[in-house]
Each structure stands twice: as C-alpha cells, then as structure tokens.
C-alpha cells in the first residue's frame, strides 16, 4: 500500500494561486515565537513554490480559540518571522473572519513569488467542524492547494479536508511527502528485520497500534509506563507502579498474539524502582530484576534497569527498520532518564533506517542531541500515532493520487 500522492514536484504553480496549509501551531510567549522549528520545517515548500513562480497563500491554526478570534492567537508574529526567514515581506491579511476584505485585496494584488499569509484558521467555528461556508471561502482564494501540515493531517478540519471539494488541483508539500516516504512505508512496506519500539505511559493510548505492529513488525519493545501493565498480566508483583486493570486481558491477549505470529515482544527484565514519585530527589532508588516477584509491593517502578537497556539495543543493533514512540521512562526527570537517553543513542549508532514517531520521543531525540542521527523525526503527534495504527488520515486521503 504504498502511498503515491501527487507532490509539488508534479504541479505548475506559475502564476496561479496556490493555498498552503501549513502547521505554524508555534509556541508563543507575550507574543514572541519561543521556538520556530516548525516555521522552518515549512520553508523548503515555500521556496519551491515562490521558485516556480506560484503566487503563495499561506494558512494556519495556532492553538484552541475557544471563542472566535482571540489577539493572542494571533499569527501576526509568524508573518514577521516568515519575511525574516524568506528575505521577503509576507503579507499578513489581518481578518477576524479569515478570508475579509484584507484577504480578497491582499491576494487580488499579488504577483508571481508574493507571499500572503491568513489569519488563524480556528478563528472561525466552522474549521474544527469542516462545515460550510468555511471551506468554500477558503478554496475562492486558490487554483491549487497543497497539505503541508503533517500534524494536523489526522484531523478533517475545512482547511485540511473541506477545501480540497472545491479546488481543482491539490497536492502534497515536502513535509508530508517525507512523512508518507517515511513513516506510511516503514509500516506498510518495512525493510527488515523491522523493530517497533514503544513507551509512554498508558497502554490505552497504544492499544490499536500496538496490535497494527505486532502485525507488521519483526521485535516489538515495550517500554515506559505501560510496561508494567504486561508485567502484571503476566503474574507479576508490580508494587506501586503505575497499571491498567482494565487492560490485563487486552495484554494477555497481545503477548498470545506475538506468540501465534512467531514475533518476538520485548518486557524488561529489570526496573528503577523508588517509594514515591514525582520526589524522589532524596530516595534511595534501585534497580530491581522484573522476575516475578522482585519489585517490592511499596516500590514503584519509573524506568527500564540497565540490563533491559542492554536488551533493548542488542535488538536494535540487528534491525533495518526502527520506529519509536514513547518514552521507556520519566525522562524529564534526569533519574529516570536512563532508560530513555540508552534507547535514543541505540538508535544514533545503528545503520538502520530510524523513525522517530513525533511528540515525547521527539522531543527526546532533540533534546539530547541526537537529531540530526535519525532518518526521519515525524512532525505529527496524534497524526504519527494513528499512522502507526494503521488508520487512513484524512488529511492525506482528500489529497489527489498520482
């Protein structure tokens, strides 16, 4: 099932009107831009748009407006950064209702390479909604609309979804072309042995994803807070650490299934252990062997112990394919980040094509230094997870095939 989406390298954009979807969702901070990885992210789409002569209208949500438009929702200070970034002046159409007068004039006036820039998408109900008269007004503006927002692809939105009924030609941008590259094929059409390794806290999150990779994969990890979940289901003491009781059969289930499928699924073998969290600054903390009934009934368990680490690389070392989600521990508490920091530089050494599947582990990667070591680091939280599930988003669904 490989993905072949239409892609802006297959389109002429010169002199029509392109619309772009792009994820501008940047932290702000009294109204200045605290990061602007995703701004960045959006340029090489941009430039090859502008290149080829397209007159390019930009759009974006930032955050959850509850009520309409809200000033500190405002995307004026991405408009700043934008010109700053492309050595242009982006015109920022500054309508509480998105596409308003300012709008219709800005883009009225445009030329070949211009670049126009709306205001917040959530700014009018409809958006999370996908209802009329949105999408339409939207699709006025454009001959051609590009989904370049990778993290929002997984919801149908009238900028992601509802505008693509109304214009002719739609394609992907970069962005999204090397998520599908990536992380569409690396479930879909893996090159093996393909390793899947998952963290987090709660099974509940993971359930459909850890069933569509048990399906797909070779070895499935599992690390973080859910492991314990598996340990119990397994018959083993737990003490204090975090457990799903209502998922005990789901894991059972899970570890039966990688059972049947000949598929190797990974627990740890030893845990950190602590009396209490989140302080555990002055506890003594230990690491204890996983056996059944090792972790003392007053511990809680935070983190893989150092053998389950070795364990874990040893099996990322022979893989070809690894994607990661979750953390394996506490990780922003740096007692707990062992489990987490061994994984991630698991994944720098090895030749395999590595996959970081967005939100914690992302951050991880980054934070540790060890980004520019990945194949690929998704863009999506909740899009890369119900990737990773097996789902079709919507967002790449609405979009032309080639």
């Given at each position: 099932m490989k993905l072949n989406k239409v892609s802006v390298d297959d389109i002429n954009v010169k002199g029509k009107k392109v619309l772009v979807r792009c994820d501008f969702n940047v932290p702000l901070k009294e109204g200045v831009i605290t990061n602007d990885n995703r701004i960045t992210a959006a340029l090489p789409t941009i430039k090859k748009l502008i290149s080829d002569g397209g007159q390019v209208i930009l759009c974006s949500?930032?955050?959850?407006?509850?009520?309409?438009?809200?000033?500190?929702?405002?995307?004026?200070?991405?408009?700043?950064?934008?010109?700053?970034?492309?050595?242009?002046?982006?015109?920022?159409?500054?309508?509480?209702?998105?596409?308003?007068?300012?709008?219709?004039?800005?883009v009225a006036d445009m030329k070949d390479g211009d670049v126009v820039l709306l205001q917040?998408?959530?700014?009018?109900?409809?958006?999370?909604?996908?209802?009329?008269?949105?999408?339409?007004?939207?699709?006025?503006?454009?001959?051609?609309?590009?989904?370049?927002?990778?993290?929002?692809?997984?919801?149908?939105?009238?900028?992601?979804?509802?505008?693509?009924?109304?214009?002719?030609?739609?394609?992907?941008?970069?962005?999204?072309?090397?998520?599908?590259?990536?992380?569409?094929?690396?479930?879909?059409?893996?090159?093996?042995?393909?390793?899947?390794?998952?963290?987090?806290?709660?099974?509940?999150?993971?359930?459909?994803?850890?069933?569509?990779?048990?399906?797909?994969?070779?070895?499935?990890?599992?690390?973080?807070?859910?492991?314990?979940?598996?340990?119990?289901?397994?018959?083993?003491?737990?003490?204090?650490?975090?457990?799903?009781?209502?998922?005990?059969?789901?894991?059972?289930?899970?570890?039966?299934?990688?059972?049947?499928?000949?598929?190797?699924?990974?627990?740890?073998?030893?845990?950190?252990?602590?009396?209490?969290?989140?302080?555990?600054?002055?506890?003594?903390?230990?690491?204890?062997?996983?056996?059944?009934?090792a972790i003392p009934a007053d511990k809680m368990g935070l983190d893989i112990g150092p053998e389950t680490a070795k364990l874990y690389a040893s099996a990322v070392k022979s893989a070809k394919t690894v994607v990661w989600n979750g953390p394996m521990g506490v990780f922003e508490n740096e007692t707990f980040a062992g489990g987490t920091i061994s994984v991630a530089k698991a994944l720098a050494e090895t030749d395999a094509t590595t996959i970081i599947g967005g939100g914690d582990s992302a951050a991880a990667v980054i934070n540790l230094g060890f980004a520019d070591k990945m194949s690929h680091i998704s863009t999506g939280g909740g899009a890369s997870l119900e990737y990773l599930e097996g789902k079709e988003l919507p967002g790449i669904a609405a979009i032309a095939d080639k």
């Open positions: 949500h930032l955050g959850k407006p509850k009520n309409g438009p809200e000033e500190k929702f405002s995307l004026a200070p991405v408009a700043v950064r934008l010109s700053e970034l492309l050595g242009q002046d982006v015109v920022f159409a500054n309508d509480d209702n998105v596409v308003g007068e300012n709008a219709k004039n800005a917040n998408t959530r700014f009018r109900k409809e958006e999370t909604k996908n209802e009329e008269p949105f999408s339409s007004e939207l699709a006025s503006l454009a001959e051609v609309f590009v989904m370049d927002a990778f993290g929002s692809a997984h919801r149908a939105h009238c900028s992601t979804v509802g505008v693509t009924a109304h214009v002719k030609e739609t394609a992907v941008g970069y962005l999204m072309q090397k998520e599908i590259d990536y992380l569409g094929n690396a479930v879909e059409d893996p090159v093996r042995p393909f390793v899947a390794i998952l963290g987090g806290a709660k099974v509940a999150d993971k359930l459909n994803v850890i069933a569509n990779l048990l399906e797909k994969c070779d070895t499935l990890i599992i690390g973080g807070g859910m492991s314990y979940t598996f340990l119990k289901a397994m018959g083993k003491e737990v003490g204090t650490s975090l457990v799903d009781d209502t998922k005990l059969d789901y894991c059972k289930e899970m570890i039966e299934k990688a059972e049947k499928l000949g598929k190797q699924l990974l627990l740890p073998v030893d845990t950190l252990v602590t009396e209490s969290f989140p302080d555990p600054i002055d506890k003594p903390v230990e690491a204890v062997p996983t056996s059944v009934d």
